[in-house]
Structure formats: structure tokens, C-alpha cells
């Protein structure tokens, strides 16, 4: 099912489980779980809107150079995997707080996490390791990394229940 406003996809499963994604906020993702859940009610007059919670966070971000991810992911062998062959960026992994980053030559890095807070810590424990590992840039592309990163967005995931009656 698909919401134009709030602009959101629920998925809705037989066990009575609705996953609901691409919202802006946490504002945002109640009241589209809760639009959700009044269509579903028109169909299960039994329905309850149950369990709402946010499981998934995304956000992005662009640095203002590139990133040596080789000697990056060379330099933190626990928490830092690159395969280039099956992906193009690095995927670092922060315990605490709870976060996984795909950080990019680019600059570019995307984070998920179970809350919006993790994202904003992840991105802050990050940038000092990956200043060691900048690459120079020219102007050129400096403009074009200061234009890409205003239009970063977080969405959020989330899912809730409806209890079905027995039949």
C-alpha cells in the first residue's frame, strides 16, 4: 500500500505485521502509521494499531574531500570491511553507539541506525578517522560534493501490529 502524503510504502504480512518506510521523521512515521492503520481498520473492523516503534534509521552525509578507503579499512581491521569487488565503499561498524556506516571515496557516507541520535553520534565518532585519510579534491568537485550534500534526507523505518481475531 502506498501513501502520497505522508509519501510512505506499508508492507502488510500475513501474520498481522505492518512495515511502513520512507518517512522524514518520527512525526511523520506515526502519522502514517496510524493512516495505515485506519484503512486496515475499514477492512478488519477488529484491527488495532499496536507496537509502534522505529527499528531503522538512515541518514547521509558528504564530506568535503575523498576518502582513501583502502588505507582507511587497512588502518581498523575490526570494525572496518571492504571487498571491492562485491561492494564499493567500506562498511564500518560502530558497537557503541549502536551504527553501521558505508563510507564511500567519495566522501559520501550513509549510516543506519536503530535511532536518530546513533546517526548524529556516528557521524560525529566517524569524521575525525577519516580526515586522516582525505584526498585532495579541485574546486570543481568540491562544488559539486556542497550541492549534493543539502539534499541529504533520513528516513526512518518502522512497524507495528494488528491483532487479528481468531478464525
Known sequence: MKLRKPMVTANIWASGKVTCTGSRSEEEAHVAARRVGRCLQKIYKNAKF???RIVNVLGTCAVPFGIRITEFSR???KEAS???EIHPGVTYRIANPKAT?????TGSITVTAPRIINVQRAVEHIYPLVVKFRMDRCKQELQEVHS???SSA????FSWSLQRPND
Open 82 to 84: 571492504y571487498e571491492p
Open 148 to 150: 549534493s550534500s543539502s
Open 75 to 77: 588502518c581498523y581491521p
Open 50 to 52: 499496536t507496537e509502534f
Open 101 to 105: 556506516l558505508k563510507i564511500f571515496s
Open 154 to 157: 533520513v528516513t526512518q523505518q
